[in-house]
């Protein structure tokens, strides 16, 4: 069959399955997810696992997308006012997670620390595609979604450091590819952030300068379209985050371009879509059949994680007086959890083939839970905080 036939029915699925979640009070991501398990390999296979491999650019455009949105919600000006606190709060609800990940594996399941230590980094990680998608939908605001979008943003480049770090004190510890180097293991993932936010920074100047110099709103919506696509081209040449990238174009246009409000909403004229594509492809890749290996070890990463993510959140956001509400109901948010943390568990299977399987295996199958639980809670959550509003909820 042509691809167009599987995106066709890709798209209609996912439709159709937000229509029917929609009337158990459900996030419409539930029902894209749904939708691509039932069609894909798990189920009814509809769509083998080749054909949603073949349409991999697809999930890499909608990322890309997600991270533009996310950008363009980053206003410097606020950031002046809660700047500090953000940054503390990412700090918590990003280590948090990893030291009771790490004491975990390495206490109740006696692991070792070098696998210990990896895991954990890679507990840090936080997928925003799937909170993002739900504010979109609900029109979620208030001081939570304030403090979200920019915590989700800096988490990306947290989890990359963190993992970096771990991944070479791990393989010093195991006499694995020469001596260790802290400054190495701080460094490179450093570099990799520096430089995917200066590849999206000059890509965002250049839209700058042209967006006042275009007039037809079809121009102006092909050349943020462009401008998304070199993103993702460059990250992918030079191996840095896709995700850092597109969101730092984002955050430029934002706030540094002229009438920017149309640059960064007209994208909503074509994404839909390629949103739903993705999400219900993403159910396609969940493989149900990883859940029966990931075992004790799988529910305990689940659960302890949420729990650091809820705790790591709450904590920071005491220690900087943020609203009760973002004390409350943040951590809730940030559970999600899957393209950034799976990538990183490919590199530990590469890098460290001694345990990366059995790291694979455990984020895999945690992805599965995730994704599928994850929007519900984040929208419970968000309903919770009051903000979004009952009547579009329930």
């Not at 919600?73 to 006012?81: A, R, S």
């Not at 989700?152 to 006499?175: E, P, Q, W």
């Not at 919770?384 to 579009?392: D, P, Q, R, V």
Request: a positive charge.
């Amino acid at each position: 069959m042509h691809e167009l036939y599987y995106i066709a029915i890709i798209i209609l699925s996912g439709i159709i399955m937000a229509r029917v979640v929609s009337i158990l009070k459900l996030p419409h991501v539930t029902g894209y997810l749904l939708a691509g398990v039932l069609i894909g390999p798990s189920i009814f296979n509809l769509v083998p696992k080749e054909v949603s491999s073949s349409l991999e650019i697809i999930s890499e455009a909608a990322l890309g997308f997600i991270a533009y949105s996310i950008g363009s919600e980053i206003n410097f000006q606020q950031l002046k006012k809660v700047g500090k606190s953000l940054i503390t709060i990412t700090f918590f609800e990003a280590l948090c997670p990893v030291i009771l990940v790490t004491l975990t594996m390495v206490f109740i399941f006696k692991q070792s620390l070098a696998f210990s230590m990896v895991i954990g980094a890679i507990a840090s990680a936080t997928a925003p595609a799937a909170t993002i998608m739900i504010i979109r939908q609900y029109r979620a605001k208030g001081p939570v979604v304030d403090t979200l979008l920019p915590v989700v943003a800096m988490d990306d480049g947290v989890a990359i450091v963190a993992f970096g770090i771990a991944i070479t004190i791990a393989k010093s510890l195991m006499n694995v590819g020469g001596e260790f180097s802290i400054i190495s293991a701080i460094f490179m993932p450093i570099w990799e952030i520096i430089l995917a936010l200066g590849i999206g920074f000059i890509i965002g100047i250049i839209l700058c300068y042209v967006i006042p110099k275009i007039k037809g709103e079809d121009e102006l919506l092909c050349m943020v379209i462009a401008s998304v696509f070199a993103a993702i081209g460059l990250a992918t040449l030079l191996n840095v985050s896709t995700l850092l990238v597109c969101m730092m174009i984002g955050v430029t246009v934002s706030n540094l371009a002229r009438n920017s409000t149309k640059a960064l909403h007209i994208v909503n004229r074509i994404t839909p879509p390629i949103f739903i594509s993705f999400f219900t492809l993403a159910g396609i890749d969940l493989d149900l059949g990883v859940l029966r290996y990931a075992g004790l070890m799988g529910i305990a990463y689940v659960l302890v994680r949420v729990i650091g993510k809820i705790v790591g959140a709450s904590i920071g956001a005491r220690l900087t007086n943020s609203d009760k509400m973002v004390q409350k109901y943040l951590g809730f948010a940030l559970v999600p959890q899957a393209g950034v943390a799976i990538g990183l568990s490919m590199i530990a299977q590469t890098v460290m083939p001694e345990f990366g399987s059995t790291i694979r295996t455990v984020i895999l199958a945690s992805t599965v839970i995730y994704e599928l639980v994850g929007p519900v809670i984040a929208k419970t959550a968000l309903v919770k905080a009051g903000e979004i509003n009952l009547s579009e909820a329930y």
